[in-house]
């Protein structure tokens, strides 16, 4: 299981990164995050939506209203330009990061 | 099925951002809870733990909503601030001090009404009139910017708090400096001066911002539904 701080640091790239796919409103995307990361990252309503305020007011993410076939008004966010540019050095840093440990690990196991 | 956006709407009931924000939020909000519950229903859980399940997304609603209005505005508090405290309170402020000179070269006289010894205090009827209605605009803009209920009340009595602060400490200072003044003014005459520009151009203030006031505080009352 995945720590606390780790996964708020991992929040945003998560959330990039499953728009990055298709345009998504809040509950399909911790729905998607939850199942591309086999449960280790699980986003409630209380943690997802003050990220996404967030991001939405940097200009990371851009939400609208839609409504569902079936009637739903759902807002929808989907990733701005500069979210998309954003993206590509956040994952660079995180895998940076990841393969640093990786490496540190393994040192301390040998 | 619970009615989610009642539940939402009445968790976020102290949700400080303007009126239009709020219900995109209190919507999206109730959108995802009931996007959880028919998830467990669809899983086969009775309705009652379904519910409960959705509800415990959010173990601290207190704490969301300072961390939606962080989110939403962290940067942008200044600007808000001004937007719903002192643009309608220096709004009332310049229209009500500015209409009293205007009438005044329109010809409008004061109703004068004996007070102790030599001393009288001025009415300005027609301008008292006026002030409900400056008052209730202050606070409405303040309303609709998403002000509080103390943001509210400010905005409409703000010229009041103006001429009370003049009153007891710009006046007390000029007596400092000039004792003339103050050899002049007795205790008797700087009451009813406060009568003349303090406490009655206050009340005229307050009666036009309470309204609006108790209106946002029903608005609010009237979210407070009981839970799910």
């Keep these: 299981m995945i720590g606390a701080g780790i996964k708020r640091g991992t929040a945003e790239l998560a959330i990039l990164s499953v728009l990055e796919e298709s345009p998504l409103h809040g509950y399909e995307m911790a729905r998607r995050i939850e199942e591309q990361t086999k449960g280790a990252l699980r986003f409630t309503l209380a943690a997802l939506y003050p990220m996404l305020y967030r991001m939405e007011q940097r200009g990371w993410i851009r939400g609208a209203w839609e409504t569902s076939p079936s009637g739903r008004r759902k807002r929808c966010y989907r990733l701005t330009p500069a979210g998309k540019k954003k993206l590509s050095p956040l994952r660079k840093e995180w895998a940076e990061l990841f393969g640093a440990l990786k490496r540190l690990t393994k040192v301390a196991h040998a | ?228």
């Design chain 2, 1 to 228: 099925m619970p009615d989610w956006q009642k539940f939402v709407q009445v968790q976020l009931a102290g949700l400080a951002l303007s009126a239009g924000a709020k219900a995109d939020v209190v919507d999206e909000l109730a959108g995802h809870l009931e996007e959880v519950y028919e998830g467990h229903r669809r899983q086969g859980m009775a309705e009652a733990l379904a519910a409960q399940q959705a509800m415990r997304q959010v173990t601290d609603w207190n704490a969301l909503q300072r961390h939606i209005r962080n989110a939403k505005e962290g940067e942008d508090l200044m600007h808000n601030r001004v937007r719903r405290l002192w643009f309608p309170g220096f709004l009332t402020l310049t229209l009500s001090t500015g209409l009293l000179p205007m009438l005044l070269k329109f010809g409008l006289q004061p109703q004068l009404v004996p007070w102790s010894g030599p001393d009288t205090i001025l009415f300005y009827v027609p301008w008292l009139l006026t002030l409900p209605l400056l008052s209730a605009l202050g606070a409405y803009i303040s309303l609709r910017a998403g002000g509080s209920a103390r943001a509210i009340l400010f905005s409409g009595i703000f010229p009041m708090l103006s001429l009370a602060a003049c009153f007891f400490v710009i006046l007390p200072l000029s007596f400092e400096l000039d004792r003339s003044i103050a050899f002049h003014l007795t205790p008797a005459g700087f009451l009813g001066l406060l009568l003349s520009w303090v406490v009655t151009p206050g009340a005229a203030l307050l009666i036009g911002a309470l309204p609006i006031e108790i209106l946002y505080t029903r608005k609010m009352h009237s979210q407070r539904v009981p839970g799910v």
